[in-house]
């Protein structure tokens, strides 16, 4: 395993000068889907978060239904309060029900996520300040907060600061096994620095940070992210890897992942191999597996299927998990999306919990 990784990571770094920040957003089959980069449509050229002009423009031209306007030659929001400053956010929430085998069925309303972004652009394409507020469930969380400096026209970029770490797919999905066991989602940002460089078709960028993030490490201890694609109108691949030294025993990452559009349909994979070491010279391999497709059936409308599998690879053996998820998303006008999905877990008898079965209805709001 670190080997393959340390092959990996050499590559990375010397392709890096050819290479650009712009992982897929927090819904990467859309990127697939209009064969765009993350910094197309996000303040954040890593994807996710608050949504540039042009990804305003883009939800309310091609995702809705229809557009609801109060004067024709209105354009409607588009996040920009000034010409040096914008604001955005996204709600969701809505009706969850969980069915685990030998438990009651239980079921409730929630708010699952509010946030908030600021953007502060003290010198116009050159540098930004960046803030991304978690409101609810629970108190106030500060997710990400960093500076950006955009040199050459936005082909180089330098953050700083706490932000997300760039590994696999920024899915929207949290619960996903690959983005559960590598630890590295929407809930645990790092502080430090990342570099990137973004071209036409390359795209790339390193993080370097205290560790605090991914394999659950104590502060102080270090911990480094690369990752690089390749990306095209109709397809795109990329590989990623983690390092991160842990007192508890360190942890090496390897993800690799794709888009492919046909017709339709876009497609997503990735494959997550995670090395922990435990001790005394032993360590435990997992591997994670996702495939996604989502199939535009008509304007407002798409379907999102999931197969997942996960292979946890420890001594306890028949332990292997698979979750099938099955969603319908509806945009019937700009800046809201319903949602209704299924999700079955299929798991190891003995552990109720993942054999679930999971229904929900929920409301996404965004500007």
Do not use: H
């Given at each position: 395993m670190r080997r393959q990784l340390g092959l990996l990571a050499t590559l990375v770094v010397a392709l890096g000068p050819g290479l650009a920040a712009t992982r897929v957003?927090?819904?990467?089959?859309?990127a697939v889907e209009a064969g765009l980069k993350c910094a197309n449509c996000h303040t954040n050229p890593s994807g996710g978060g608050k949504r540039s002009v042009f990804g305003m423009a883009y939800a309310r031209s091609n995702l809705a239904v229809r557009r609801i306007l109060a004067d024709e030659d209105d354009e409607g929001w588009n996040s920009e309060v000034a010409r040096w400053l914008g604001v955005g956010g996204d709600y969701r929430g809505g009706w969850a029900s969980v069915d685990t085998p030998g438990a009651p069925e239980v079921s409730e309303w929630a708010t699952t996520k509010a946030t908030a972004y600021l953007e502060i652009r003290p010198i116009e394409n050159l540098l930004t300040i960046y803030v991304d507020e978690q409101l609810a469930p629970g108190s106030s969380l500060n997710r990400e907060t960093w500076i950006m400096a955009t040199p050459a026209?936005?082909?180089?970029?330098?953050?700083?600061?706490?932000?997300?770490l760039p590994f696999g797919l920024r899915l929207q999905d949290d619960s996903s096994f690959v983005r559960q066991r590598s630890g590295i989602n929407f809930d645990t940002p790092d502080d430090g620095v990342e570099l990137g460089l973004e071209l036409p078709r390359w795209s790339a960028q390193a993080a370097f940070t205290n560790g605090t993030a991914g394999a659950g490490s104590a502060p102080g201890e270090s911990q480094t992210s690369l990752s690089a694609s390749y990306v095209l109108p109709e397809w795109r691949v990329g590989a990623s890897v983690n390092f991160s030294d842990d007192p508890l025993g360190d942890r090496e990452m390897l993800a690799v992942f794709a888009g492919l559009r046909t017709g339709p349909i876009s497609w997503l994979a990735e494959i997550d191999f995670i090395s922990d070491q435990l001790g005394g010279g032993a360590s435990q391999d997992q591997v994670a597996t996702l495939l996604e497709g989502n199939w535009r059936v008509r304007k407002g409308h798409n379907l999102k299927f999931s197969y997942e599998h996960l292979?946890?690879?420890?001594?306890?053996?028949?332990?292997?998990?698979?979750?099938?998820?099955?969603?319908?998303?509806?945009?019937?006008?700009?800046?809201?999306?319903?949602?209704?999905?299924?999700?079955?877990?299929?798991?190891?008898p003995a552990q109720p919990a993942t054999n679930r079965d999971e229904v929900f209805v929920e409301a996404h709001v965004y500007f």
């Open positions: 957003a927090a819904e990467p089959y859309l026209e936005g082909r180089y970029t330098i953050k700083a600061g706490q932000f997300f292979d946890p690879g420890d001594a306890a053996g028949d332990d292997e998990q698979e979750r099938f998820s099955a969603l319908w998303e509806y945009s019937p006008v700009q800046l809201f999306q319903a949602r209704v999905g299924l999700r079955s877990y299929n798991g190891v």
